[in-house]
Structures are given as C-alpha cells and as structure tokens.
C-alpha cells in the first residue's frame, strides 16, 4: 500500500490568513492525488482532485498543486467555516488517504 | 439531486456479521465505482472496498480482505457491505461514496452518504 502523510498534524490560525498543508505519498503517484475537508460529525466533502482541479462549487481560494510524491493544499485567506479537518487520498495504487491535518483557529 | 443513505449499522457483538446497504437516487450505481469507507471514532478515514462499474470486480484494503463483501443489488440501485467476523476495532461510522473516474482506474470521490454506525462490542 502506498502510504501518504500529512504535516501538520494539525494548524492554528486566523482568519484572513494564508494556509498551506502537505501531502507527501511513499512513491510516486503523478497527479493521482485528492483533497478532501470533513467537519465534525459530517460526511468528507471533495475540493480538489487530480492534484490541482478544483471540484465545481468550492471556493477558488482553495487551490492545490504537486506531482509524483510532493502535494499541496493552499487556502489563499481563511474564512471561519474553513476550520475543519483535511485529507489527501491517492488513488495511484488501490486507495489510501493521509492521516488529516486539523486546522484550528488561533 | 444525488443522494447516498446508508442503512444497517448498530450494535453487534465480537464475531458477529452485519449487512450495510448504500441507498443512491440521481445516479446509476452499476455505471459507477462505488466505493466504502470508514472512520473510527476520533480516527482518519480508511477506504475499505470498490465495486467498479459494469462487470463489477471488487477490490478490497489489506484490513477487510476475506471478511467484507462489496455488492450491488441493480435492480434496487443500492450498494452493499457485507460484514463478517466483526472485532472491536472494526468499529466506525461507515460512508459509502461514488466515484468519479477521471483515467483508468484513477478516481476521486465526488458523493457520500451521510454515515452509519457499527458498533462492535459485548
């Protein structure tokens, strides 16, 4: 299984800031990469997909970039219902996501 | 509208088997991948299971393989899970969700449900 990690663990921060999460597979995965948010007590909900394609309906100040092994999430200015849970998820090789990263607020 | 419902979750005990069934509406799901995925309480989320669209072949993480099922019932456009010799740390919300296939076999997961609960304890 190709596993994926994510730094950090987790993150504070305010709102307006910049934000950047990492993703990191075991081996190369070329663009087959995905990032998902999950708030508490809900279902996951896709952002991006294919590394760097934002999914119809989430806000352009999530963007995502990376290729091979190296991926990121980037939030360009945190609004308050962006503190959640995120995960990236590969699907390279069967399916793994990271381990997530909560974003708190500061 | 595209919708997932799942049903079936509840309190079993240790070696016990459950069946979760994935309700869709808006969609087809044998023209789907369809996939399962579970969370453990205050834990990640760890995809389990496939079911790929048409002939149907089924693949299946490391940690479920030879116990969980994946099928589909056409007719009804539902998703299953099969679940067999249950342990305590099988325990999770369970979410089905469809699969947008963007290249071979590469896919993302575009609709979940809203998540049951299994429950495995004595």
């Known amino acids: 299984d190709i596993q994926m990690t994510q730094s950090p663990s987790s993150l504070s921060a305010s709102v307006g800031d910049r934000v950047t999460i990492t993703c990191r597979a075991g081996?190369?995965?070329?663009?087959?990469l995905n990032w998902y948010q999950q708030k508490p007590g809900k279902a996951p909900n896709l952002l991006i997909f294919a590394a760097s394609r934002l999914q119809s309906g989430v806000p352009s100040r999530f963007s995502g970039s990376g290729s091979g092994t190296d991926f990121t999430l980037t939030i360009s200015s945190l609004q308050p219902e962006d503190f959640a849970t995120y995960y990236c998820q590969q699907s390279f090789s069967s399916r793994t996501f990271g381990q997530g990263t909560k974003l708190e607020i500061k | 509208e595209v919708q997932l419902v799942e049903t079936g979750g509840g309190l079993i005990q240790p070696g016990g088997s459950l069946r979760l069934s994935c309700a869709a509406s808006g969609f087809t799901v044998s023209s789907n991948f369809m996939s399962w995925v579970r969370q453990a309480p205050g834990k990640g989320l760890e995809w389990l299971s496939v079911?790929?669209?048409?002939?149907?072949?089924?693949y299946y993480a490391d940690s479920v393989k030879g116990r969980f099922t994946i099928s589909r019932d056409n007719s009804k456009n539902t998703l299953f899970l099969q679940m067999n010799s249950l342990r305590a740390d099988d325990t999770a919300v369970y979410y089905c969700?469809?699969?947008?296939?963007?290249?071979?076999?590469?896919?993302?997961?575009?609709?979940w449900g809203q998540g049951t609960l299994v429950t495995v304890s004595s």
């Open positions: 081996q190369t995965i070329n663009n087959f």
């Open positions: 969700a469809r699969a947008r296939i963007l290249a071979g076999s590469y896919d993302y997961f575009d609709y």
């Open positions: 079911i790929y669209s048409g002939g149907g072949s089924t």
